[in-house]
C-alpha cells in the first residue's frame, strides 16, 4: 500500500495548561499518527502522552518556544487528542494521520535547526540517509513572533501554518511533507517574509 495522508488538523491557544485539536474521524488502527507543537519558552514536558513516542525535540538555547515531533501507531484513539502542559502557555498543535506505514521500527532519521538571529528561511536536514527507499517525511518550523510564508524546497508540499498570540509575544507553527521513493539523506529550507528567530525539526518514517 502505496504511504498517504489521511487527514490533519492544527489549532492553537493563547495561553492555557491545556490544547485539545480534534480529527475529522477517528483514526483508522494501524495508521501512523504525527503530533507536532510549538509552546512558549518555559513550558515544560508534555503530560499524558505515554503513548506516544518522542521523534524529536528543541526545548534549549537561545531563549526562544520550544518545538516538540511525537510519533504513534493509531490503536483505537478518539478523534480528539489533549495535550497537558505544566503551565499556562502559547501553544500551536498539528496532527496528521498516513496510511501505508509500518507497525514497527518506524522512526528512521531524525534533524534539527536553530537560528536565533532574524532569518527568513532555516535549513533543516536529517543526520543521515534513510535505510529504505519509501519513507514518509515531516518538517515542522516553529517561530518566535508572527510570519508570512511559508515556502518549502526540496518537493516538500505545504500542510499547515498557524499562529498565536499577540505583538512580540506571537508563537507560529509551519509543516509540510514529502513522501519519497529512492533512499537518501533529506533536507528541505522553509522560507518566510518577515526575519524571526526559529528552530526547526524533521523525521523521516519508514513504510510497510
Given at each position: 500500500m502505496?504511504?498517504?495522508?489521511?487527514q490533519?488538523v492544527?489549532?492553537?491557544?493563547n495561553?492555557a495548561?491545556?490544547i485539545t485539536?480534534?480529527?475529522?474521524?477517528p483514526p483508522?488502527d494501524g495508521?501512523l499518527?504525527v503530533?507536532?507543537?510549538i509552546?512558549?519558552s518555559?513550558?515544560?514536558e508534555p503530560?499524558?502522552?505515554g503513548?506516544?513516542?518522542?521523534a524529536?525535540?528543541q526545548?534549549s538555547g537561545?531563549?526562544?518556544n520550544?518545538?516538540?515531533?511525537?510519533y504513534?501507531?493509531a490503536?483505537?484513539?478518539a478523534?480528539a487528542?489533549?495535550?497537558t502542559f505544566?503551565?499556562a502557555?502559547?501553544?500551536?498543535?498539528?496532527?496528521?494521520?498516513y496510511?501505508g506505514?509500518?507497525s514497527?521500527?518506524?522512526?528512521?532519521?531524525t534533524?534539527s535547526?536553530?537560528?536565533?538571529g532574524?532569518?527568513?528561511?532555516?535549513?533543516?536536514?536529517a543526520?543521515?540517509?534513510?535505510s529504505?527507499?519509501?519513507?514518509?517525511?515531516?518538517?515542522?518550523?516553529g517561530?518566535?513572533?508572527n510570519v508570512?510564508?511559508p515556502?518549502w524546497?526540496?518537493?516538500?508540499?505545504?500542510?499547515?501554518?498557524r499562529?498565536?498570540?499577540t505583538?512580540?509575544?506571537?508563537i507560529d507553527?509551519?509543516w509540510a511533507d514529502?513522501?519519497?521513493?529512492?533512499?537518501g539523506?533529506?533536507?528541505?529550507?522553509?522560507?518566510w517574509?518577515t526575519?524571526?528567530?526559529?528552530?526547526?525539526?524533521i523525521?523521516t518514517?519508514r513504510?510497510?
Amino acid at each position: 500500500m502505496p504511504i498517504a495522508q489521511v487527514q490533519k488538523v492544527i489549532d492553537d491557544t493563547n495561553s492555557a495548561t491545556t490544547i485539545t485539536v480534534t480529527l475529522a474521524a477517528p483514526p483508522t488502527d494501524g495508521n501512523l499518527l504525527v503530533l507536532m507543537f510549538i509552546t512558549s519558552s518555559g513550558s515544560g514536558e508534555p503530560i499524558g502522552l505515554g503513548s506516544w513516542s518522542l521523534a524529536a525535540s528543541q526545548s534549549s538555547g537561545g531563549g526562544l518556544n520550544e518545538i516538540r515531533l511525537y510519533y504513534k501507531v493509531a490503536a483505537s484513539d478518539a478523534a480528539a487528542l489533549t495535550v497537558t502542559f505544566e503551565v499556562a502557555t502559547r501553544c500551536v498543535a498539528a496532527v496528521a494521520e498516513y496510511s501505508g506505514m509500518a507497525s514497527t521500527n518506524l522512526l528512521d532519521q531524525t534533524g534539527s535547526a536553530i537560528d536565533t538571529g532574524t532569518p527568513t528561511s532555516l535549513l533543516v536536514s536529517a543526520a543521515g540517509a534513510t535505510s529504505l527507499a519509501d519513507e514518509l517525511l515531516i518538517c515542522m518550523v516553529g517561530h518566535y513572533g508572527n510570519v508570512q510564508g511559508p515556502t518549502w524546497t526540496d518537493s516538500f508540499t505545504a500542510q499547515g501554518d498557524r499562529q498565536t498570540g499577540t505583538g512580540q509575544t506571537h508563537i507560529d507553527l509551519q509543516w509540510a511533507d514529502r513522501i519519497v521513493a529512492a533512499t537518501g539523506t533529506y533536507s528541505t529550507t522553509a522560507g518566510w517574509t518577515t526575519g524571526r528567530p526559529s528552530r526547526g525539526l524533521i523525521a523521516t518514517f519508514r513504510a510497510t
